[in-house]
């Protein structure tokens, strides 16, 4: 089945670090790839997203690659601001809609 | 509008009431999803509708019953539940339900089971 590996949180970083949250999946056929974020208190919101190889996806200076060879799409961002606080999900939908996440990685960011 | 709510945002229940969480988007989507999400976990699916029919069902305990009345409203219907089905419930839509097509979230509702 299809399966979905975050690196383990939770992470600390300062205001201004380079983060770099890793995530690989397994899934047969060809899997659309998303990140999700969830801040306290709400639902998921949608961060980015890559539907084949190679494709980049970024939003508000994240940044993440889908990679077939490596089953990778990790996410990244140059500078983080205290407002990024929150956990982070990498997802993928192979059909149906059928989404599959992995298990979150909790960011925070301190001034 | 990208918005989708829920109600309520809070719901405490006994054992042997019998409850209905409410999902509404108006954003045109054919596809609703229920999720339940317990803490520090990810969402886990329940039910996936595609134009208002019933596609998925991941083995979900018949004391949840979803109901998906029209394109833009769906329900969760609880009955008998226990203390162990306390968590976030989240509903979701997306365009589609494809591969493709990202979800969008409500907020949740908050389910304490008495």
């Known amino acids: 089945g299809n399966s979905v590996t975050q690196m383990e949180g939770p992470v600390t970083l300062s205001e201004e670090a380079f983060l770099t949250i890793n995530c690989t999946y397994t899934?047969?056929?060809?899997?659309?790839l998303f990140w999700y974020v969830q801040y306290p208190g709400e639902g998921l919101q949608l961060l980015l997203k890559?539907?084949?190889?190679?494709d980049k996806g970024s939003n508000k200076g994240f940044e993440a690659t889908y990679r077939k060879e490596t089953t990778s799409f990790h996410l990244e961002k140059g500078s983080v601001q205290v407002s990024d606080s929150a956990v982070y999900f990498c997802?993928?939908?192979?059909?149906?809609?059928?989404?599959?996440f992995g298990d979150g990685t909790t960011l925070t960011v301190k001034p | 509008d990208t918005e989708v709510t829920q109600t309520p945002k809070h719901l405490v229940m006994g054992m042997t009431n019998k409850k209905s969480l409410k999902c509404e988007q108006h954003m045109g989507h054919r596809a609703m999803y229920w999720y339940k999400q317990k803490a520090k976990k990810p969402p886990e699916l329940m039910f996936v509708?595609?134009?208002?029919?019933?596609?998925i069902n991941e083995s979900v305990p018949s004391r949840f019953s979803p109901e998906c009345p029209n394109s833009s409203l769906l329900n969760l219907h609880l009955h008998a539940l226990q203390p162990e089905d306390s968590a976030l419930y989240l509903c979701?839509?997306?365009?589609?339900?494809?591969?493709?097509?990202?979800?969008?979230f409500g907020p949740g509702t908050r389910l304490t089971v008495t």
């Open positions: 997802a993928l939908s192979a059909n149906a809609g059928k989404s599959t």
């Open positions: 890559a539907t084949k190889a190679d």
């Open positions: 899934a047969t056929g060809y899997p659309s």
């Open positions: 509708y595609s134009y208002e029919k019933l596609s």
């Open positions: 979701a839509s997306s365009r589609e339900a494809g591969e493709t097509y990202e979800q969008y």
